[in-house]
């Protein structure tokens, strides 16, 4: 089984396990999903918006809250906003115990930050990571795990501990089968057994879909 952590597209296919980020509103034919605001569609009235990722986070197909995060390049020029809008989001994964799926431009030493702030138990999950080899390390480190998708800095991906690594189509038509053969040249691994140590990573989460 091939896990994809974070997609916009859906698939059929019986060995392949998406989880769809789908805004506000959850997958309605129990697909597994997660809710959340994404940066880019911040407004001022994000808290009556988030009052409908509230009402979904329960839901037993919601397995993750988000994507949220912090984009300095194309959210709102108000950092303390998205920054409030973030830890709404944290909050509520605490609440309902699920991890939080992050969208981070330039935002990485306010998501570290917060994270320490809030003292999260919750899992934080850096989406369509394509940062330095250093970054990587620094994030692991401090508790993050990293989700690689089609583009990435390969020495990253050889840096990141398996215990804190998945993979993503994100919007990339890629198949996330040509993404996991890709990784596991890299990684000097088969693809079933990297498969395998994704799959453990999805159980440390309390993602349980598989």
């Given at each position: 089984m091939l896990?994809?952590?974070?997609?916009?597209?859906?698939t059929r296919e019986p060995h392949i396990t998406s989880i769809i980020s789908s805004g506000t509103t959850p997958?309605?034919?129990?697909?597994?999903?997660?809710?959340?605001?994404?940066?880019?569609?911040?407004?001022?009235?994000?808290?009556?918006v988030m009052q409908q990722v509230r009402t979904a986070a329960p839901a037993s197909n919601v397995v993750a809250i988000g994507e949220c995060g912090i984009d300095k390049l194309k959210g709102p020029a108000d950092i303390a906003l998205q920054i409030e809008v973030l830890a709404a989001h944290a909050a509520l994964?605490?609440?309902?115990?699920?991890?939080?799926?992050?969208?981070?431009?330039?935002?990485?030493?306010?998501?570290?930050?917060?994270?320490?702030q809030m003292a999260a138990k919750q899992a934080w999950i850096i989406h369509g990571?394509?940062?330095?080899?250093?970054?990587?390390?620094?994030?692991?480190?401090?508790?993050?795990?990293?989700?690689?998708?089609?583009?990435?800095?390969?020495d990253s991906l050889a840096a990141t501990p398996a215990d804190r690594l998945f993979l993503e189509t994100d919007t990339s038509s890629t198949p996330i089968y040509d993404i996991y053969k890709e990784a596991a040249k890299h990684l000097s691994m088969s693809i079933e057994e990297l498969a395998t140590v994704i799959a453990q990573n999805l159980s440390r989460c309390n993602i349980n879909i598989i």
């Open positions: 896990i994809d952590l974070h997609t916009h597209h859906t997958t309605t034919d129990g697909t597994p999903c997660s809710v959340g605001i994404h940066p880019w569609h911040i407004t001022t009235a994000w808290e009556t994964a605490e609440e309902v115990q699920k991890p939080l799926i992050l969208h981070c431009v330039k935002g990485q030493e306010e998501i570290m930050k917060l994270r320490r990571f394509r940062g330095k080899p250093t970054q990587a390390l620094q994030l692991t480190g401090a508790g993050f795990y990293l989700s690689y998708g089609e583009r990435y800095n390969s």
